[in-house]
C-alpha cells in the first residue's frame, strides 16, 4: 500500500466475542492503538482497541468483527496506518517499508542487489538483499555493515563482512 506503513498483522480469533490476536511491529508495540483506524490489507479501514496484552501480542476489538468466526477469516490481514499518521522517523531511524525496495551497491559502487525484505530473528535487524542471479544475502543492518542509506536516491552502500559478498567463499576466496 503506497503511503501506508504496517503496523502489525493479525494471528488469529481470541475468544468468542470477535476479538482478534495481533502481533504489533511497532517499536513500543502498544503504540499499534494509537494511530487511527488502521486499514487492512482487504481494503476495509477499521478501528482498533486494545482489549488486552496476551503471548505473542494483544487481543484486540476491531470495528465491525462482530463473533469468532468473522474475527478467524481475517487471520493474516496486515494492519496499515497511513504515514501522515506516524511520527518521522528519528535521524538514522527508518521504516522497514522505506528500505524494501533500495538498490544496494558495495564501497566500490558495484550492486549487490535490491532490499527484499527486513528480518528480525533477536540479534538486530537483517537486509535481505537479492541479486539479479544467485542466492539472497543476509546483511546485518548496522553503520558498519551499511554506512549509507540515502532514501531520496533510493541508495544504501554497504560494506558486507567477510564471507557475505555473493561468489566470496567461507575462506575468502573466489568461488
Given at each position: ?76 490481514q496486515r494492519l496499515w496506518a497511513h504515514r501522515d499518521a506516524l511520527p518521522a522517523p528519528d535521524e538514522d ?28 530473528h533477536g540479534a538486530g535487524d537483517l537486509l535481505e538483499v537479492r541479486p539479479r542471479r544467485g542466492a539472497s ?39
Amino acid at each position: 500500500m503506497k503511503n501506508h506503513v504496517c503496523l502489525g498483522v493479525v494471528t488469529g480469533s481470541y475468544g468468542v466475542r470477535g476479538e482478534v490476536r495481533v502481533k504489533s511491529f511497532c517499536a513500543e508495540p502498544s503504540a499499534i492503538g494509537d494511530y487511527g483506524p488502521l486499514t487492512l490489507d482487504d481494503g476495509s479501514v477499521r478501528k482498533l482497541t486494545i482489549v488486552r496484552p496476551v503471548k505473542g501480542g494483544y487481543a484486540v476489538r476491531l470495528a465491525g468483527v462482530p463473533h469468532k468466526e468473522a474475527a478467524e477469516a481475517l487471520r493474516g490481514q496486515r494492519l496499515w496506518a497511513h504515514r501522515d499518521a506516524l511520527p518521522a522517523p528519528d535521524e538514522d531511524e527508518y521504516y522497514h517499508s522505506d528500505l524494501i525496495g533500495l538498490t544496494v551497491l558495495d564501497t566500490g559502487g558495484v550492486e549487490l542487489g535490491r532490499v527484499h525484505a527486513i528480518h528480525d530473528h533477536g540479534a538486530g535487524d537483517l537486509l535481505e538483499v537479492r541479486p539479479r542471479r544467485g542466492a539472497s544475502i543476509l546483511l546485518p543492518f548496522t553503520r558498519e555493515a551499511v554506512p549509507t542509506v540515502d532514501i531520496a536516491t533510493g541508495r544504501i552502500v554497504a560494506d558486507p563482512p567477510h564471507g557475505l559478498r555473493p561468489g566470496e567463499g567461507d575462506d575468502g576466496s573466489e568461488s
